[in-house]
């Protein structure tokens, strides 16, 4: 006898936004997922570092790529370092200013947060790690159920922990992640937020929860222009601050 | 500026000033660094006085003021080779030839003609406040090491303070750098321990210190009370560099 399994499915939908006055191409919020091994992961490139953005899509892309389970602080450490000797060699040859070599000897950092699902039965568990203040948020039946590793508004902006390139500091990085996991139930939904929108979803969420229907709506719907104008429009009536915003929601099917 | 500061006996005031006015422009350009790219985020006058008073800065630069940091950053008058430690990435350190920039060379003279160079200050913020209406006013680090030779200052000082940019005023931070190594004293929040009628002058120009740089003189390890004003007085080589670094980073941009 044979037991039917039917593990939900999963729906993703993305955003990525600049800070107001910047381009796209100077946004160094970056995201990537593998809908097949249930990878999810947003990062955060910090704007003091060198090619910040650089190293932020590195981190996600290879995240979602990896293979192994990512448990111990030794697979984790040869991972980031592994990146990091990669973030080095894209500039070692190169000729640079006298201001960008200086820059490039601190390297980049980068807040990350990333999610992934495991099979428990016919249901998914979802677990999750973090370093600096991108967040995930777990919203069930329209209000948080969690949010990790920040969940106060007020918490943002007091020079996060982040991970650097340069492999020689990343260890006390590494050996201060974040974990959490949790059951992931049909419907739920799962955000990866990086600071500026996390720290306004938290506040949404108390004052104004009919906010974050609509942006969810518009999600889900997926039309640039009506995000880029609520995106906007928040930031006008300064309920977000001027950041580049990156989303990724990852919904369990109902 | 000719005199020996500080304790090394080789170190003369003008050669630890150019040094620290060439650091604190190189750190301001690394903070507008991004990867390859500097963003304009700071324009530079240097104006220097002694022999003769006028725009400090040397090489492509001569004569220029309101310069913005990308075209400071491209034209050093020269790049010198020195050495600095930096991590080996495994753990320890190395020495590392670096080339670091120079825009100015040490300058002494006898000569004080503060309210000459308070004037072209004042005409130089009266030009830029003129065309960057809604701008961040201007914070001008005025750096002394004697009584003024060509009158009073306190007229045309209060000229300065009395500039304002977007109906902030502009940021005004006196420092008098002394070899005797007499009592020095740093951002007084009054001018009952101030010896003499010199000093009040100075401490009198002087804004209160905004909230955010009070913040960094406290990352420094200075205590500031209510009402500390942007002077100090006697300041010895560390108080001079920490002047710089109290005036420049908190308008870090991020």
């Avoid at chain 2, 005031?13 to 903070?31: C, P, Q």
């Avoid at chain 2, 750096?143 to 902030?168: F, H, K, Y």
Wanted: glycine share 8%.
């Amino acid at each position: 006898m044979t037991e039917s399994r039917v593990i939900p499915d999963l729906s993703v939908s993305c955003y990525l936004a600049p800070k107001q006055g910047s381009e796209a191409r100077e946004c160094e919020d970056s995201y990537s997922f593998n809908k097949t091994r249930r990878r999810f992961c947003i990062a955060d490139g910090a704007t003091e570092g060198f090619a910040s953005r650089y190293w932020a899509r590195l981190l996600v892309k290879h995240w979602t790529q990896y293979k192994k389970p990512f448990e111990t602080l030794e697979e984790r450490a040869a991972w980031a370092k592994s990146l990091g000797d990669r973030f080095d060699e894209r500039w070692r040859d190169r000729q640079l200013s006298w201001f960008a070599e200086e820059k490039a000897r601190s390297g980049a950092y980068a807040a990350f947060v990333a999610l992934w699902f495991v099979e428990q039965g016919s249901h998914l568990r979802w677990r999750a790690i973090a370093i600096g203040d991108a967040c995930l948020v777990v919203w069930r039946q329209k209000a948080i159920l969690t949010s990790f590793p920040l969940d106060d508004p007020q918490n943002f902006g007091f020079r996060p922990i982040l991970l650097p390139s340069k492999s020689s500091v990343q260890n006390t990085t590494l050996e201060g992640i974040e974990e959490r996991t949790g059951e992931a139930l049909p419907g739920d939904v799962l955000f990866l937020l990086t600071d500026a929108i996390a720290a306004w979803f938290l506040r949404a969420a108390k004052h104004a929860p009919e906010q974050i229907l609509e942006f969810e709506e518009m999600l889900n719907r997926g039309i640039r222009n009506d995000l880029d104008e609520f995106i906007e429009r928040a930031r006008s009536n300064g309920s977000l601050r001027n950041d580049d915003v990156g989303v990724l929601r990852t919904q369990v099917a109902p | 500026m000719s005199d020996v500061f500080g304790t090394e006996n080789s170190l003369r005031k003008a050669d630890f000033v150019a040094d620290v006015v060439n650091r604190t422009i190189h750190d301001l350009v690394i903070r507008c660094t991004r990867t390859e790219e500097i963003r304009d985020y700071y324009y530079l006058s240097v104006i220097g006085y002694g022999g003769t008073v006028g725009p400090a800065f040397g090489g492509s630069l001569v004569g220029r003021t309101a310069i913005p940091i990308s075209e400071v950053a491209g034209m050093p008058a020269r790049l010198e080779d020195r050495t600095k430690k930096v991590s080996d990435n495994a753990g320890g350190v190395v020495d590392t030839k670096i080339r670091f920039p120079i825009w100015m060379d040490p300058v002494s003279n006898g000569a004080t003609p503060m309210c000459q160079a308070f004037g072209i200050v004042r005409d130089l913020l009266d030009q830029w406040v003129l065309e960057h209406k809604n701008g961040f006013p201007p914070t001008i680090l005025h750096l002394t090491d004697g009584e003024s030779t060509d009158g009073d200052p306190s007229q045309v000082g209060q000229e300065i303070l009395s500039r304002s940019a977007n109906d902030d005023a502009v940021v005004f931070f006196n420092c008098h750098a002394s070899s005797r190594h007499s009592l020095k004293i740093e951002y007084p929040s009054n001018d009952s321990q101030l010896p003499d009628e010199f000093s009040k002058t100075l401490f009198n120009l002087s804004s209160p210190l905004p909230e955010a740089f009070q913040r960094v003189a406290g990352e420094l390890g200075i205590k500031t009370e209510v009402g500390a004003r942007g002077f100090v007085f006697n300041g010895d080589p560390v108080s001079v560099a920490q002047f710089f670094e109290i005036g420049t980073r908190p308008a870090n941009l991020r």
